[in-house]
T-cell receptor, first 109, second 111 residues
Framework: RKEVEQDPGPFNVPEGATVAFNCTYS??????FFWYRQDCRKEPKLLMS???SGNEDGRFTAQLNRASQYISLLIRDSKLSDSATYLC??????????FGAGTRLTVKP | DAGITQSPRHKVTETGTPVTLRCHQT?????MYWYRQDPGHGLRLIHY???????DKGEVSDGYSVSRSKTEDFLLTLESATSSQTSVYFC??????????FGPGTRLTVT
């Protein structure tokens, strides 16, 4: 079993839609959680950290469920520019960061 | 902009040849990382450094070595490249907490 698992998608949604991604992790001792965004043939860029109480940044909301060991990312009012691959990142058993394989999102006009 | 550059950005090399990739940072961060990214696997850690001359192995370190003689430079060497090392290589630095910021990547093809 992979340490961090994501639904690969692709998710194809119309502009203005709300879309949610989930990510599960296996290390119950993990303390750090992030969502990154990666555009095609580019480097991953930090989208947001995920805090225990949940956090919001504009149209983006991240939540952590420690009991079920998953994190989620909600995107409201999707824009064409949100089209990208979203990577879930969790610190792993050796305290290094473990990346999910990513979920691809395409927002269509 | 995280102040990280990687060179070369693209390289094609033959099986069995040595290859060195360079990562350069301008912000004096202590921690630096090398990852590879392959379809279906996400990013996997190859090696990391926690200071000058201080390095450690990651998840997929076989066939790779690293060196860090200056804070700003972290080198990744493939002693004898194999086709399985065809990949995109990303360097990263760590800022506050565990937040990592990535360089633009190097596309390596081993023929």
């Amino acid at each position: 079993r992979k340490e961090v698992e994501q639904d690969p998608g692709p998710f194809n949604v119309p502009e203005g839609a709300t879309v949610a991604f989930n990510c599960t992790y296996s290390n119950s001792a993990s303390q750090s959680f992030f969502w990154y965004r990666q555009d095609c043939r580019k480097e991953p860029k930090l989208l947001m950290s995920v805090y225990s109480s949940g956090n919001e940044d504009g149209r983006f909301t991240a939540q952590l469920n420690r009991a079920s060991q998953y994190i989620s990312l909600l995107i409201r009012d999707s824009k064409l520019s949100d089209s990208a691959t979203y990577l879930c990142v969790v610190n792993g058993y050796n305290n290094d960061m473990r990346f999910g394989a990513g979920t691809r999102l395409t927002v269509k006009p | 902009d995280a102040g990280i550059t990687q060179s070369p950005r693209h390289k094609v090399t033959e099986t069995g040849t040595p290859v060195t990739l360079r990562c350069h940072q301008t912000e004096n961060h202590r921690y630096m990382y090398w990852y590879r990214q392959d379809p279906g696997h996400g990013l996997r850690l190859i090696h990391y450094s926690y200071g000058v001359k201080d390095t450690d192995k990651g998840e997929v370190s076989d066939g790779y070595s690293v060196s860090r003689s200056k804070t700003e430079d972290f080198l990744l060497t493939l002693e004898s490249a194999t086709s399985s090392q065809t990949s995109v290589y990303f360097c990263a630095i760590r800022r506050q907490g565990d937040e990592q910021y990535f360089g633009p990547g190097t596309r390596l093809t081993v023929t």
